[in-house]
């Protein structure tokens, strides 16, 4: 309940939350601690409310395969390989909860809306890594590489993209979240995601479904060698009938540089006054202002070293850019 | 370290026990008769020497390398992977010492290299293909590797060319011991005893090895990085090898062949792996018979075989433990017959059975597939003709009719022209067929039509003797069986969805130069593969006209020995142009020089040898497969001796 409350006071001050929203924290499926819903019932996937996550399943005794998405409450952050492929890295779902969501690459793992939710805007979700990928991507295994390659140096990546499509009609903006990045030319900057990190979802628009697709740069000629699975938690979603932000990438909103020690330079060159907010990854709102046309400097030297978001919004509309706080 | 193998599997420990006892009585027992025997023996019988399953008549290979026992022992390698890499054309694949090897022979898969052990098939009807580095050098008489496919002769798989192992005997009566053992560098051990008891008729001998190796050796994983130790890559080897061969009369022998092998082996972290705990375990019960009977004009072959391999892989790092296992068993009867001087037909029935176990199989599925082949040769003058025709049958669905025709002319004694053509195929393996998900039963047989022509040529002057020998192929295979996503599917199938055009030249040039006391010998070869798929496919990635992955190009071997008295130094030089790897990078090309000098000495009834080997002489840095070191300079010293009671 706590957390609940908690992000919805993060949303109140990132964004316009007024509106009537959907969470989707998985809880509801009751799975048994240390366990997993695979889709061997066949149902060919999971219902919450009005969102309905897909899946495959061949139903074998020795090796059932799967595809899409599972419902887990594994705990297991040590055991790598696949036998290990239900498990989240933290160890629990966002903010300690106990359930989570497991995508497995199919093709695609697909989220359905409908009822008061078809048409409904995405506003944000928690991803992490699994234990399996986590594992693969640090230590490499017999099949994938270690991140880095052998020196180190090798600028490898693994994100996941989030598609929306809505009337079938792929939307033009998607959503990319680096579950590992190792292109930093300071190798110290290297990650691999390993605590829930909130990802804005809402340049995605309305949407009526969405698909995570997978990119990693340790790919041969049988296609890719890292593990493509991302656990997801506490997915926001917000009502058809609610008064959306429309993002905009056109929106005359330009930030400079994307690394910085003390101050930003955001320049806004829209008529009207804007509203400029810097978030961290979590999705806390750490500074809200109003900014007028013209180049301007925002100070965040007080800010913890990490990657941020800068977020323009105007009216209905609104653009989001990234830069990283040394 | 390599201690651990017999505890983690105590199992291994008591059958090698119970192995050991065994052999031990063989060996004294057959040794305490065969030494009563021998006191009533006179020596003055001529050594009769068994070719325990010669190979076809018909075989019409042109390009062929072959080794004797003797020779097979100056090479001084432990294991037939080994041997091949250094001294053959085949590429083998294989990221160390011990460590799985296959095979690439003219541009071929791991599958299209046919294996027989005595006339008898022993790849894996689960991949399709045999880890070569299982294949100890000191379990084998003589070894013969064929370029070029004939699947009719030798079935499924014999596509790239066919590797025999064969087991010989000689007669002499009385006892033969042989002991050898090898140190060297990574914690390297060998040793290997063989026992032979004999009279005219009769003869038991036995073989056990075991071979050790820690292989943590030093490597350099990227220039100007730490010198680093390859962890966890220890192997241990065990086998023996029971035979015997009985004469009961004239124009006819009869062998029995019993190998069993345990081989427990660490899996090395890739270069991009920071550990590994994965483990495999291979054991094998080979047991086969042959009987060969003469008749009076033309022989009866009998043979048979009962296979039994088990293969268990452990990774305790992400808790997995599969074990594998399959029965194979083969009867086979041959009849050769000879018609005029000119004709030989030889027929061939074949009937084997297979039946696998793994997880991912939904059942044990069993397989039966039978064969007829027909051979037949002819030589008149200075034409030779060797044809061969098979059609076989697995679980009643009808096989392609595959055949294989060769022509020789001798325009002189010592210049031949060769010309061959052969249609050829491999039958999918179990885990094509059975794997679940992705195995698929309608399969077909991956199969095409393969050509050759070539000339040997040699000069005979003073003593010196210069042998040429050039030849071109070309092969296409359709159906290639690829594992792969297809449309509408999340998760991988095997299906057939390539085709693959092989070609090439191979040529080899030896000379031996003898003078009085010492003997200069030299050789070099070269072997100029492309092999390319003429398909594109979005996924597995391939466009037409790519180079399979870990083919290489151009291979080129060089051998100079010089032999003085009892004393002989050896140089080989290799190289191997770079090859594509999976990940869309090109591994380097190398050079390897290996070094070997060996000493020979003789007293009465007793000889001894002793040998110092350098491999990777200039301490190259190398990689065979993506991400895999190899080792650099590496030393082995060995003695052997024997003694051979009848001997004068």
């Known amino acids: ?326 | 370290m390599l201690r651990k193998a017999f505890h983690v599997f105590p199992l291994s420990f008591s059958i090698l026990s119970q192995v050991w006892s065994t052999w031990l009585f063989f060996l004294f027992g057959v040794s305490l008769l065969s030494a009563q025997e021998a006191t009533d023996t006179l020596y003055q019988l001529s050594p009769v020497q068994i070719e325990g399953t010669t190979l076809r008549a018909d075989d019409e290979a042109f390009h062929t390398q072959t080794w004797s026992a003797a020779e097979l022992r100056a090479e001084g390698a432990a294991r037939v992977s080994d041997l091949l890499a250094q001294n053959s054309g085949i590429f083998v694949k294989q990221y160390g010492p011990g460590t799985l090897a296959t095979t690439s022979l003219r541009g071929g898969s791991a599958g299209h290299t046919a294996v027989t052990w005595n006339g008898l098939p022993i790849t894996s009807p689960m991949l399709g293909q045999l880890d070569f580095s299982l294949l100890p050098v000191g379990f084998v008489d003589e070894m013969r590797l064929e370029y070029g496919g004939n699947t009719a002769l030798w079935g499924s798989g014999a596509i790239g060319g066919t590797l025999h192992l064969n087991n010989q005997v000689n007669f002499l009566p009385g006892t033969q011991i042989q002991v050898r053992g090898t140190m060297g560098s990574w914690g390297m051990q060998d040793q290997f005893v063989s026992l032979q008891a004999a009279n005219t008729n009769f003869a038991s001998r036995s073989r056990v090895f075991r071979q050790r190796s820690r292989n943590d050796f030093t490597y350099q994983a990227f220039p100007g990085g730490p010198i680093q130790r390859l962890s966890h890559a220890g192997v241990a080897q065990t086998g023996a090898l029971q035979e015997f061969f009985w004469q009961p009369k004239k124009g006819q022998r009869l062998s029995l062949h019993i190998w069993w092998q345990d081989v427990f082996r660490e899996i090395p972290p890739t270069l991009v792996q920071t550990k590994s705990q994965a483990t495999q375990e291979d054991q094998a019960l080979r047991i086969s018979f042959n009987w060969h009977k003469v008749l009076e004009k033309g022989a009866l072959k009998v043979r048979g075989g009962l296979f039994r391999e088990a293969l268990n892989y452990r990774d305790e790092q992400i808790r997995l433990n599969s074990t594998s296992s399959f029965w194979t068993g083969i009867a086979e009867v041959e009849r050769q017959r000879f018609i005029g001087k000119a004709h030989q037909f030889t027929l061939g029935l074949n009937h084997t059975w297979t039946q696998a176990e793994i997880a991912a199989y939904q059942s044990n599925p069993q397989q039966h597939s039978s064969a007829v082949f027909l051979a037949h040769s002819w030589q008149q003058g200075k034409w030779k003709w060797n044809g061969s025709l098979r059609q076989g049958i697995i679980d009643g669905n009808i096989l392609p009719m595959v055949g294989s025709g060769a022509l020789r002319y001798e325009v002189k004694p010592s210049f031949l022209l060769h010309m061959q053509a052969a249609r050829n195929y491999r039958v999918p393996t179990f885990n094509d067929r059975f794997w679940n998900p992705g195995g698929n039963p309608d399969l077909l047989p991956e199969s095409g039509w393969s050509q050759e022509g070539g000339f040997s040529w040699q000069i005979l002057d003073k003593g010196w003797k210069v042998n040429y020998q050039s030849i071109v192929f070309n092969r296409n295979i359709q159906n290639w069986i690829l594992w792969s996503i297809q449309e509408g599917d999340f998760f991988y199938s095997a299906n057939n969805i390539a085709e693959v055009w092989s070609r090439g030249w191979e040529q080899k040039l030896s000379a031996e130069i003898p003078s009085s006391r010492s003997t200069w010998a030299f050789s070099a070869s070269h072997h100029l593969t492309r092999s390319t798929y003429q398909t594109s496919l979005s996924f597995p990635v391939i466009s037409e006209g790519d180079q399979l992955v870990y083919v290489p190009v151009h291979r080129l071997l060089g051998n100079l020995n010089y032999q003085r008295d009892r004393w002989s130094i050896r140089y080989m030089h290799q190289f191997t142009s770079s090859v594509e790897a999976l990940r869309f990078t090109q591994l380097p090309s190398y050079h390897l020089g290996h070094l070997r000098a060996q000493g020979n000495i003789n007293w009465r009834k007793w000889s001894g040898e002793v040998f110092l080997a350098v491999d990777n002489v200039w301490n190259a840095a190398y990689q065979v497969i993506e991400f895999r070191p190899m080792p650099g300079r590496t030393l082995r010293v060995g003695v052997s001796t024997s003694f051979d009671q009848a001997n004068h």
């Open chain 1, 1 to 326: 309940m706590m957390r609940y409350i908690y992000l919805t006071a993060c949303l109140l001050l990132g964004a316009t939350l007024s509106q009537a929203q959907t969470l989707v924290d998985f809880e509801s499926f009751n799975v048994p601690v240390d366990s997993f819903f695979n889709g061997s019932d066949l149902s060919g996937g999971f219902t919450e409310g009005d969102v309905f996550f897909t899946n495959s399943y061949v139903p074998d005794p020795q090796f059932p395969f799967w595809s899409g998405w599972a419902i887990s409450t594994k705990t297991d952050t040590v055991t790598a390989g696949f036998t290990n492929q239900y498990s989240a890295f933290p160890g629990t779902g966002w903010d300690g909860s106990e359930t989570y969501a497991v995508a497995y690459r199919s093709s695609p793992p697909r989220i359905k809306l409908s009822g008061a939710l078809q048409g409904g805007q995405p506003e944000g979700v928690y991803l992490t890594n699994g234990t399996y990928a986590y594992r693969s991507m640090t230590e490499g295994d017999q099949f994938a590489k270690k991140f880095g390659g052998v020196d180190g140096n090798d600028p490898d990546f693994f994100f996941v993209t989030i598609k929306g499509y809505q009337d079938g009609q792929l939307k033009t903006d998607s959503v990319d979240f680096y579950l590992a990045d190792f292109r930093f030319a300071d190798n110290s900057q290297d990650y691999i995601v390993k605590e829930w990190t909130y990802v804005d979802l809402t340049s995605l628009g309305r949407v009526d479904s969405v698909e995570f697709f997978f990119t990693t740069s340790d790919v041969g000629v049988n296609g890719p060698n890292t593990p493509f699975y991302v656990c997801v938690d506490n997915l926001i979603l917000r009502d058809n009938n609610s008064t959306s932000v429309d993002v905009d990438a056109t929106l005359p909103f330009q930030l400079y540089p994307t690394r910085v020690n003390d101050q930003i330079q955001v320049v806004w060159e829209g008529i009207n006054e804007a509203t400029l907010e810097i978030m961290d990854v979590q999705g806390r709102v750490w500074s809200k202002e109003i900014i007028r046309q013209g180049s301007q400097s925002v100070y965040v030297s007080d800010l913890a070293s990490g990657l941020y978001i800068a977020r323009v919004r105007s009216g209905q509309q609104a653009k989001a850019m990234k830069f990283w706080k040394e």
